[in-house]
Each structure stands twice: as structure tokens, then as C-alpha cells.
């Protein structure tokens, strides 16, 4: 049991490391897929797009109204309204086959195609139909008003969307526009999930005394999910370095994942077991072991021919915080996106008690969320982290920064929503 | 063409008339689904989860050490350590034969199941092995200390998560902790989606002159999946009231849907059409035309025999927006859960230039945002809602409420992301 303590590394320098040490770029080239545009939500496009097409396509009116000749319009007012030849109507979905000369109008839908002639159109408010071909304007328009130009939306040939983009709705809505049913995307990284212990047993199963449910899988599962990517349960492994290794080794060459997560050895001896499989599996190996982080302080990160393997604390909440600050990324740059955690939800929240923490370190402080009087208050829970209830009675998480020595009553804090 | 503008609701005023209208309880009641907890992310518990048993069940250590009689340890210092006698170890996953007696330790793993008369740990930092069956101590440990009680985590008996609750990865762990394999969710509410407008062609089509791509399907089926719905594509209708009608009743009594969304109908003829079967399919029939929200203010909301329907405005920019106010949260409560724009993310940045609004509506402004030195920036979007390129081009919108005449450049704003 006399070991040297390990030396930490700090959140940065672990990224620092999964980026330095992993080829990126070696991996997702080989993970594209091209679906269905409907499917498409959430996920990473692996091309550029290009519109080869101008949108809308054709000079459209954006108003129920008449189109006609801005010029015929100059100077129309209420006391003195002008008058034009209303010489029919613009059939939806068509070319329209009348023209506009000068002081003539015609009825236009929102959505139709302006005649040729035209160049504005004018809102029905402002027009009175005297009879079956007199109308009546009470304003002017300009050239323009009221009409989209054939490539206001979208021009041909200028980049609409760059490859790395990650598909919102109306991105989707616009490859609907241009044609594009099929788009290339990144696939889905998938993930390994292995749980260890020997006390550790199945959900289904009923535990003996001294046995307790595995909890991790099914957070990491979902944690996985979240973060866009396909967990792949693996089951609980005894404690055994050679069971733990084919395990590994199943998931890799079997199952195919980009990425292994080994959850449960919070124990110095699983903890031990998992540092020998991951030396001796491949190149570079152990990267990281043991991090800056409160809760998650035993935590291994590793490299074997490329594939990045994790062994997360035991502890759920430790399991969790840790998923959040390098396997979420992680995710994220195997489908060829970025990671931006200023996007990632926060709420201002004003903290009702003083909050100790050690320099040196990040501490995640767990904190319930609530709003009075227009104001978020985070009052924090304070428990261990093998307590997962702590977690489900959170509304998210507070960092307090490496070099801050705890958080004052009436401080502003970012509270990370879960 | 000479109809009177119609009374506009304020986004209030709508929402009230859903809920005033809606009979909930009776569309959820009949919505009900068992899955299993792999598949429960962010799905809502149709059921009141309380443990049947403790968690962790047995009382656990949660460091790595020695389990002892935590008054052996008391006045051990560095200078004068106290010294037990070792008596075996804990094996993880089973109940510990042996009994720790006065001046008795035992070595334990974090998870290991405390042995009788233990009632503390201490970490193997502070001891030292001096032979098989002696160690030293150099520092105190309380009653209770690096240890989980039975029931510390969950207690049986007391209520857990509640009904309407969404489940997230920790929730999740937590039921599989318990033994809780499969869970009550309410279903997933089906939303049709139906295009409208004789000028708009499916997107694998080529358009003629005159005729555009359905973008609007495609958007709202995204926003419906994004807010945990089903989207099922109707396709496109023609601009005929029995067209339109059949195909609601379709949607209604063969796809089974729970609401049904109707796109593509901003002129006025088609505006009519929607009206005019909305107001003959049932009973409550229209409860709202026309709402003070720019763009979208040519809304239609009717409820037909206890089915939600909504006219959205045409204009995709508009039909988001308006998805975003009243679709997206009806689907929320059709799930049984709760809707609060309050979580729904937002960050607060600068704006970069004056915009004007004009009192009496609800103005949405998309806008790009970056971040400079660690503050965000907002810089508005000026285009006509016809255009999806806005919105592609967006980071999120702005809301400038009822009763503001415009935001300043300098003002802080909170942007909704998408």
C-alpha cells in the first residue's frame, strides 16, 4: 500500500495532452456518413455547402398586394390618391404570362412570382378596389418594396455553411431549400462503457450484502447520449487485470468504438489494475493520471494506438464532473466539431453561503437553483461524492477556478446547468 | 379583398386560451409508456419514483484505509502514534466475516462493507504498516468519518422524483441504483406537419419558374424533434379548403398525432382557406387570429375537439419564431412537464447599435454574437422574415417586449441561443 502519491495535472493540461497526443484528423476521415437531411438534427456536417442555386429563384412578392411600377406610384397620398389598370392576377406556383406596362396593376399573393414590368408591390391596405379593373393607391412605394430578389436569400456559389457546422433547424430547413435531401455528416462517435468491481452487480440483479447496483453505466450512458455520441454497454468486469484488458480489447477490434470508458475503480487496487492494462496495451499509454479536480481527483487518461481510454473515478458524482470537463470535448472533436463551453448553458445566480475551496485545485460545487423576485439564488449541497442523490437534488454545477480560495456569500456564480 | 384586420392576442393572451381551452389531463392520461432507463433521457416520469430500499443498502467506506473503532484512533499524533493490531481484509462485494473488537483494525477498500463494531476509516496516508499484524496511526478519526451510512444516500420509503419530472443522465443512475429498470414516461407527442401553397414543390423536386422548395417542413419537423417531439411529415397541400380538410382529419385519425402544425399559409387566400376549415372541423374551433409578435403576426391557433392546430405564418423566419412561443411549449406540457423559458439558454451580451420597435408587439431580432475579452456582443440581423438565410446566419434571437420603443447601442441583452 506504500505508494508515492501521484502528480496531478491541471484540466488544461489534460486537454493539452488528448490533443497533442491524438490524430484527430487520422480518425474522423474515416467516420463520415451521408443521411437523410430529416435525420440530420444535432449532427456535424462533413462537407461545405454550396448552394447551386440562387433563393428564392425568382423575384417574389413578400405581401398580399398589387405589383406594378414603383414610378406610377410617386406621389400618391389619401387626399390625392393615383389610379391604375388592374389587368388580372398572379396565379401561385406560376410564370406569370401578362406584363405591366405603365399605369397598369395586377393582384399579387404573398409568395408569387413578380410579371415582368413590375418592380415593387403594394400592400392591399393601401389601395381600395374601385371596380373590376380600377384600383386605387393611397401611398407610394419604392422600387423593391415589398419583393425579395431572386438571390436575396441565397446567391449560387457563395459557401453557405462550413464543414465542422453542427445542423440547427433552420440549417436544415435551408438544405430543404437548395435541393440537398442527402447531406455528409460526421458519424456518431461511439463509446465503450465498462464498469468494474467486484461488488459491483447488474440493476436487474438483487444485490447481496456487501454488493450494490451499478449507478455508473447509466449516467455515463446517458451523459454519452447527451453529448451526441452512442454508448456501448459493455457490462461490469470482476477486478482483474486480464479480464479488465479483454474487455478492452472486445471493444476496440468488436465492437469498434472511437472511445473507452472504464467507470468504478475508485479503489487503489482497481485503480492499479486499470493503470497496468492501459501501460501495457499500446502506444503512448498512460498520459495522464490523477487531476486537479474536486471531485475527481483519481482519474486516468490514456492513448493506446489512437483510441483515447478513460478510467473515471468510482464515485458518480466524480464520474460525472470529470465525463463533463474531458469526455464531453472529446465527443465533440470526434464528430469534427468544436467545443465551446461559453455556449454550454449557464445561469447568473446570486450564492447564499460562503463556499471554502483549496487553491490549487478546480472544485466543482454542487447547487440547488431557485428565482425570487425576477433573481436566481444557488444555495450549494454540500455531500460526498459517492452520494449520486446529491447530484439528482442539484440543478448544476459551480467551478470555483484553480487559484480561488473559495466563493463569499452574495458572489455572482455561473451555475452549468445539467 | 376589402376584410377588416383582425384583433391581434398578445403571447399571453395566447397561451392563456391554449390552457383555458386544452383539457390536458385527458390528452396525457391515455399517453403513457413503459421503456427502459437506457432509452429515458429527457423523457418525462409518468410515475412517482420512491426507493424500496436504501442506497447504498449497507454502510460503505469511501476511501481506501483501514476500518477500526474510530475512539482507538482518538490523541494520535505524529509524535505519538497509536498502534492496532491488523486482523485481515475487507473483500470487496461481500459481508466481512470477522468483527473488529477493542484495538482492532481491518484493511478496507473504497465500496468495502464496514465489519461489525467498526465505526470509522481512517486513509492509509496517515497510517504505516509496520508488520502482518501491526500498524500505526498518526492522526484521529471521528465516529463516522470516510464513511457512507445504509441509508445516506436514499432512504426507502421517501419520494425520490415526482411525476412530470425530465430525466437527466443522474436521474437516470439513480433509478438503476435502486433496481429500477423499466419506467412510466409519457409518450412522445406526434406533431403533423403540413405544407401548404400551390407554389411550394417537395425539396427533391426541381422547381419551375414560379415555384420554391418546402423549407418550412423541414424546419418545424427539427424544432418539433428538438422539444422532444414526433414529427410526422404530411407533405404538401394545395391551396383548397377540402384538400386541407382531409388532410387534418388524415393526420388526426390515422397518424394519430396530437398536434397539428399548418406552414406556408401567409397570403391571405390561403390565411382564409385555414380559417375557414378551422372554424367547421370542431368545437372549440379558432381561438386566436392574428398576435402582436413581429414576425408572425398572421397566426392562427385553433382547438378542435381537444387537438391543438396552429396556422403558422409562411415566412420560415416568422413560422420559428412562432414555434418557439406557443408549439414548443404545448409540446412540453403534452408530456406531462412543466415549460419554463426561465432554463431555456441565454446569454447576455452587448448590443453593438439602436434598434427601434414599436410598443404594442413583442419584436424578435436575430442577431450574430461573438465574444471579445471575455464579453459577449450582439450585433443585429436586419432582413425580411422571408429569408432563412437570416436565421442561418443567426447565433439567436432578442426579444424586445410589449410596452419597449427599441434598445439602445450599449444596452445588456439576453439572447436566446438556438
Redesign the interface.
Known amino acids: ?2 505508494k508515492p ?1 501521484f502528480k496531478v495535472s491541471t484540466p488544461q493540461e489534460v486537454i493539452r495532452e488528448l490533443k497533442n497526443h491524438l490524430n484527430l484528423k487520422e480518425i474522423i476521415k474515416n467516420n463520415i456518413e451521408i443521411i437523410d ?2 435525420d ?2 444535432d449532427r456535424v456536417l462533413a462537407e461545405e455547402i454550396i448552394p447551386p442555386c440562387n ?4 423575384t ?1 412578392s ?1 405581401m ?1 398586394g398589387y405589383a406594378l411600377r414603383a414610378e406610377d406610384s410617386f406621389g400618391a397620398t389619401e387626399s390625392l390618391p393615383s389610379y391604375l389598370r388592374l389587368i388580372g392576377e398572379i ?6 404570362e401578362l406584363k405591366i406596362n405603365r399605369g397598369e396593376a395586377v ?1 399579387i ?5 413578380l410579371p415582368e414590368g413590375a418592380n415593387a408591390v403594394i400592400m ?2 393601401y389601395t ?2 374601385i371596380d373590376d379593373t380600377t384600383i386605387e393607391l393611397r401611398k407610394p412605394v419604392a422600387p423593391g418594396e415589398n419583393i ?1 430578389r431572386e438571390d ?3 446567391k449560387a456559389g457563395e459557401v ?2 462550413k464543414e465542422g457546422h453542427k ?15 442527402k447531406v455528409k455528416v460526421f458519424k456518431k462517435p461511439r463509446v465503450a462503457i465498462i464498469s468494474t ?4 452487480i447488474p ?21 454519452v ?2 453529448a451526441n455520441g452512442i ?1 456501448i ?1 459493455s457490462g461490469i468486469v470482476k ?1 482483474e487485470a486480464n479480464f479488465l484488458e479483454q474487455e478492452i480489447r472486445k471493444s476496440i477490434e468488436k465492437d469498434k468504438v472511437e472511445v473507452v470508458i472504464i467507470s468504478g475503480g ?5 485503480r492499479d489494475i486499470t493503470l497496468e492494462v492501459l501501460s501495457k496495451l499500446g502506444k503512448p499509454g498512460v498520459l495522464v493520471h490523477g487531476v486537479s479536480v474536486k471531485p475527481g481527483k483519481p482519474t486516468i487518461v490514456a492513448i493506446v494506438d489512437n483510441k483515447p481510454i478513460f478510467g473515471l473515478p ?3 458524482v466524480s464520474a ?1 464532473i470529470i465525463f463533463s470537463l474531458f469526455v464531453q470535448p472529446l465527443i465533440s472533436w470526434l464528430q469534427g466539431g468544436d467545443y465551446n463551453d ?2 454550454h ?1 449557464k ?2 445566480a446570486e450564492l447564499i453561503c460562503n463556499v471554502v475551496s483549496d487553491p490549487g485545485r478546480e472544485d466543482y460545487i454542487r447547487v440547488v437553483l431557485w ?1 425570487e423576485n425576477g433573481k436566481f439564488y444557488a444555495k450549494p449541497i454540500l455531500g ?1 461524492s ?4 446529491t ?2 437534488h442539484a440543478s448544476g454545477l459551480v467551478k470555483i477556478g484553480l487559484n480561488i480560495e473559495g466563493l463569499k456569500k452574495g458572489n455572482k456564480v455561473m451555475v452549468k ?2
Request: proline residues 7%; glycine residues 12%; hydrophobic residues 35%.
Open positions: 500500500m506504500a502519491l437531411i430529416k440530420s438534427l433563393l428564392p429563384g425568382f417574389r413578400t398580399d396565379k401561385m406556383g406560376k410564370r406569370p393582384k399573393s404573398t409568395g408569387g412570382m392591399w391596405e381600395s378596389k425579395l436575396e436569400d441565397l453557405l455553411l445542423l440547427r433547424p433552420q440549417d436544415i430547413g435551408v438544405l430543404a431549400g437548395i435541393g440537398k435531401v468491481g467486484n461488488e459491483v440493476p436487474q440483479d438483487e444485490p447481496q450484502i456487501g454488493e450494490v447496483r451499478d449507478i455508473n453505466s447509466y449516467t455515463l450512458g446517458a451523459c447520449k447527451k454508448p454497454y477486478d475508485s479503489s487503489m487496487g482497481t468510482g464515485h458518480p460525472m461559453d455556449f448553458q445561469i447568473e428565482k460526498k459517492g452520494l449520486i442523490s447530484m439528482v446547468l445539467f
